[in-house]
């Protein structure tokens, strides 16, 4: 399995360059499905200026599945409170930006190949779900995970939470390494979910360090960079950005997959 996420929703950009909340082709039920996103309240997708509260890198995607044969991805990436990375579009003709210099353009271009394979992967996967488990569409699917860092050397906050079709529904502890609930109404989908995340290693443990470590550093090398060289973005963490991305898609591709699969009718 391969799945979601690159991108935050906190006070990113200025409205000017927010990513459009819809694709104009979108259909009158598709409106309606995406309604609560379009609602959200300004601070979600863009803000006035960046934050200058504690460093943090913040990864969204948000995908809607108005049927098992189209999807419309959203989402963006964050580094220290300035955008990072844009991603918008149907399909496989979704459009990936890096707007800061973070790779060389020949290695930005083979990350730029394996994002879109990822997202045709990513598409698969929920068509196989949805043969094999019959899925309710439309179908949104956001998953908001990163790490920050407090001023003052204190313990950073790391999270991963996940909604479907709008509302919440499960997020990540990292300090027991399990997955909660974060709806109070009793569900077997819900309980099914939480004792599938909370079986694999994958998604506990290796979350947890993808989080708190993998994250973190990168955070920290960017703290470090900006301090040596102003706002300019040094070369000697590229590498990690690609590993942060790549990282990021195989620990979420076992719970997304899961989680498409709980929103089944059959589940």
């Known amino acids: 399995m391969v799945l979601t996420y690159l991108f935050p929703w906190r006070q990113l950009i ?8 819809k694709p104009k082709s979108f259909s009158l039920r598709m409106l309606t499905t995406l309604l609560p996103l379009l609602l959200l309240p300004s601070w979600v997708l863009c803000s006035q200026e960046a934050s200058e509260g504690p460093q943090s890198f913040h990864m969204l ?3 809607y599945f108005h049927d098992p044969y189209h999807v419309w991805y959203q989402g963006n990436a964050s580094l220290g409170g300035h955008l990072t990375h844009v991603l918008e579009g149907p399909d496989t003709n979704a459009t990936i930006l890096q707007l800061q210099p973070l790779q060389e353009p020949e290695t930005w271009a083979r990350t730029e190949s394996s994002l879109k394979l990822y997202l045709l992967q990513f598409h698969g996967l929920v068509r196989l779900v949805h043969q094999e488990r019959r899925l309710a569409f439309p179908l949104t699917v956001r998953c908001f995970l990163g790490c920050e860092l407090p001023p003052g050397g204190s313990r950073a906050h790391v999270f991963f939470q996940v ?8 997020s990540f502890r990292p300090e027991t390494a399990l997955w909660e609930a974060d709806t109070q109404t009793p569900s077997k989908v819900v309980t099914y979910t939480l004792q599938q995340l909370n079986t694999y290693n994958r998604t506990r443990y290796e979350l947890r360090e993808f989080l708190e470590d993998t994250c973190v550093q990168y955070v920290q090398n960017h703290m470090a960079m900006k301090n040596m060289n102003g706002s300019q973005t040094g070369r000697s963490y590229t590498s990690l950005v690609l590993g942060v991305l790549v990282g990021s898609f195989i620990i979420a591709a076992m719970a997304v997959g899961i989680f498409l699969c709980t929103s089944g009718r059959r589940c």
């Open 61 to 63: 995607q948000i995908s």
């Open 14 to 21: 200025k409205p000017k360059a927010c990513l459009s909340q």
């Open 163 to 170: 909604a479907v079709n709008g509302s919440s529904f499960v």
